[in-house]
């Protein structure tokens, strides 16, 4: 009895001694939001995003075009042989490459069959004169037998009329003056044979003059010796090509453009033609590992027809005497087959905005307003050409663009730009052919 008191007094106690820590616990419960103190407010700064500008130019755009195409020269001269005969001599210039002057005397053929020829034809040209001489002669002598046989005709008519003479003498008188009738006409035919005997020995004469003149190769302009197939003592057939030059005074270069390439280059011309090709400005170049070399040219005309596959026309251009302008190690002479750069370019274009073409993204460009937001506008591209654009509307010169690319652009969002003079300055030079002033 005394055991089963005691168990109980100790499990009363036991439960007593967790009231005052539940107690305790709801009392922290109830006072901790009273004695909480209030959070501080976190202040979160605007991302600002770092990107490159430039101030938006009006400039004087000078629209151009690049092809490419190979020199030929205008003239060349195939020196072929118009007489046959041996070949007894030849310049000491006729050798490929050698320049030769208008005027100059390359070969000559063996002349003397030649000079025999002509000598033939002037020995019968003096018989033909003495010739002419004699028949004139004996046409005057007739012309007077005749009038003096006219005379007697006519007097013995006259007498047989008066019964002076017999019939069979007027008709003997009458067949004397016939006769000479017949003497003086023969005699004039004479004359006209002669007259056009001596016309064909004159054409004789001329063409053996010319044979002659054959046997010496003069060149007929400024040259460069490109083939030569004859040595001298060796047999000239005619007709065979004795050696080849090149005219040295004007070259000429046909490139090729892509048709929308040269759309730009109109813009600026009255007319909107093809031909107004013509009134472009053009240069030739020569890049080379160690030159860089350029010519003056001027356009001469555009080829006939288009390349179907390409959609390309072809432009030909004249350099004039691109020899007399060769610098040894400096400027070469534009050879045959030379593959060359020509450039077109169009009169300027005055007051374009002009922009970077890598900053239109899907017909939009980023401004910078005044107070360094972003601000996304739609713009009008009139025309392209290489890494610049010329604007018909959309931004104004002086205008803040971004240059740089941007991850995500949202309108309005806060810019840190910083000036993109690189990008500007290689834009100007595109655009105008000129270095930016400082």
């Not at 755009?61 to 195409?69: F, R, S």
């Not at 001269?77 to 002057?101: F, H, M, P």
């Not at 003096?126 to 004139?136: G, M, P, S």
């Not at 002669?137 to 002076?164: E, F, H, M, V, W």
């Amino acid at each position: 009895m005394d055991t089963k008191t005691g168990l109980l007094a100790k499990v009363s106690k036991r439960r007593l001694m967790i009231i005052p820590p539940l107690l305790i616990g709801v009392a922290a419960i109830v006072l901790a939001p009273m004695i909480k103190s209030k959070p501080q407010k976190m202040v979160v700064a605007e991302r600002v995003t770092q990107v490159r500008t430039m101030r938006v130019p009006s400039l004087a755009v000078v629209p151009h075009a690049v092809g490419y195409g190979t020199v030929k020269p205008l003239r060349t001269w195939e020196a072929v042989a118009e007489v046959a005969g041996q070949v007894v001599w030849i310049s000491d210039d006729l050798k490929n490459g050698r320049t030769i002057k208008t005027g100059a005397e390359m070969l000559r053929i063996e002349d003397v069959n030649y000079r025999l020829a002509l000598a033939q034809i002037n020995a019968q040209l003096n018989a033909a004169i003495v010739k002419d001489k004699v028949t004139e002669t004996n046409l005057k002598i007739a012309q007077k037998d005749l009038k003096i046989l006219q005379s007697d005709y006519k007097r013995k008519k006259d007498l047989l009329a008066k019964g002076a003479v017999s019939k069979a003498s007027a008709e003997a008188s009458q067949r004397q003056m016939l006769n000479g009738q017949t003497q003086v006409q023969n005699q004039k035919n004479a004359v006209e044979l002669n007259s056009v005997e001596r016309q064909v020995l004159v054409a004789q004469k001329e063409s053996a003059e010319l044979d002659l003149k054959r046997t010496h190769m003069i060149a007929p302009f400024d040259v460069r010796i490109t083939d030569v197939k004859i040595g001298e003592a060796q047999y000239a057939n005619k007709g065979q090509l004795l050696f080849a030059a090149d005219g040295i005074q004007i070259a000429e270069v046909e490139a090729q453009f892509p048709m929308g390439m040269l759309r730009p280059l109109m813009i600026g011309q009255e007319s909107k033609s093809l031909s107004s090709v013509l009134d472009l400005h053009a240069k030739v170049r020569l890049n080379t590992s160690s030159l860089n070399v350029s010519w003056t040219a001027r356009i001469d005309r555009v080829s006939g027809v288009i390349d179907p596959q390409t959609q390309s026309l072809g432009v030909v251009v004249s350099i004039f005497r691109p020899t007399s302008q060769a610098q040894p190690g400096k400027r070469p002479p534009l050879y045959r087959n030379t593959f060359v750069e020509v450039e077109l370019r169009s009169n300027p274009l005055a007051n374009q905005i002009v922009v970077p073409l890598s900053t239109i993204r899907k017909g939009k460009v980023y401004v910078v307003d005044g107070d360094d937001r972003l601000v996304i506008k739609a713009v009008d591209v009139a025309f392209s050409q290489g890494g610049y654009a010329v604007l018909k509307s959309g931004v104004q010169a002086g205008d803040q663009i971004v240059t740089s690319d941007m991850v995500s652009a949202i309108q309005g969002m806060l810019l840190a730009p910083t000036q993109d003079d690189q990008i500007k300055n290689r834009m100007i030079v595109e655009a105008t052919g000129e270095e930016p002033r400082l």
